[in-house]
């Protein structure tokens, strides 16, 4: 669920954006008692996601608008189907046209991919598709909804929600030992620890230092194989992350291996926007 004072904080800042000036277009061309329904129609096939943002663009502009929601966000729909339907002053419609599909559309792509990424994993899988912090600058929360909305889960939302030792920290740390150490001595007790790796041979020291998570970061399927045979019998094992580089094409082969979660960057920072248009009857 999004939360109407976080959706409305970023609706206002896109629509000063588009209308700090004023629309110039509609307020000459359009008299002001017009009124005017409008569809918003996917040109191809979608997760639709966003209906709360697309209300929220018109009633920040004209309270008098007044958005029916036709298909549920994380539903499926064909090309051709009307998501939402927009009725109101016809100058407010026309205003809040832009933003609200500029805003559903990036939520509305990101929902589509992020379900083919799942739709990927094998039948009765326990591998986990999860996003990253790979985000738009402004947008990570409707972004991260819109993953949900595709099936997917999230990563650690921001820097503290979670430890997460990559390499320029092991770096400057002085290795994988001293980081983890350090951040079990002066870390929250709520909060896991997640150590990435780059090569094999430093899971070893990864789980030693006791990493709740190792991430494998850019590893080969065959490399993740191996690092889930290494941590199977341990009585204490971490979560093995898979990340770098994924592919729709790999997703199956991760979870064959046995990883326990894929994360991938591309479902925010690469989706498509989805082909969606505001159209009057």
Request: aromatic share 2%; hydrophobic share 45%; charged share 25%.
């Amino acid at each position: 669920m999004l939360l109407p004072s976080i959706i409305d904080a970023i609706v206002d800042r896109a629509l000063e954006e588009d209308l700090s000036g004023g629309d110039v277009t509609g307020q000459t061309c359009i008299d002001a008692s017009a009124t005017a329904t409008a569809d918003a129609v996917c040109r191809e096939d979608v997760v639709a996601c966003g209906a709360d943002v697309f209300r929220r663009v018109f009633a920040r502009i004209d309270t008098r608008c007044d958005v029916e929601s036709l298909v549920a966000d994380g539903s499926p729909a064909m090309a051709r189907t009307v998501l939402w339907r927009v009725r109101g002053p016809a100058r407010a419609v026309l205003a809040g046209e832009r933003t609200a599909l500029n805003l559903v559309q990036r939520m509305t792509g990101i929902a589509t991919l992020t379900r083919r990424f799942v739709d990927a994993l094998p039948p009765g899988s326990s591998t986990r598709i999860t996003d990253t912090r790979k985000t738009t600058p402004g947008l990570r929360v409707l972004e991260r909804y819109a993953v949900r909305m595709g099936g997917g889960r999230n990563h650690r939302n921001d820097l503290g929600s979670a430890v997460m030792i990559k390499d320029n920290h092991i770096i400057a740390a002085g290795g994988i030992s001293k980081a983890v150490s350090r951040a079990r001595a002066f870390a929250p007790h709520t909060t896991r620890i997640e150590v990435e790796i780059d090569r094999l041979e430093q899971l070893d020291e990864a789980i030693i230092a006791g990493a709740d998570i190792v991430l494998l970061d850019n590893f080969s399927t065959d490399d993740c194989a191996r690092a889930v045979e290494r941590v199977r019998n341990l009585d204490k094992k971490p979560l093995l992350e898979a990340s770098g580089g994924i592919t729709l094409e790999r997703v199956a082969e991760l979870a064959r291996a046995g990883v326990d979660v894929i994360s991938v960057g591309a479902l925010t920072h690469s989706a498509p926007a989805a082909d969606i248009g505001l159209d009057f009857p």
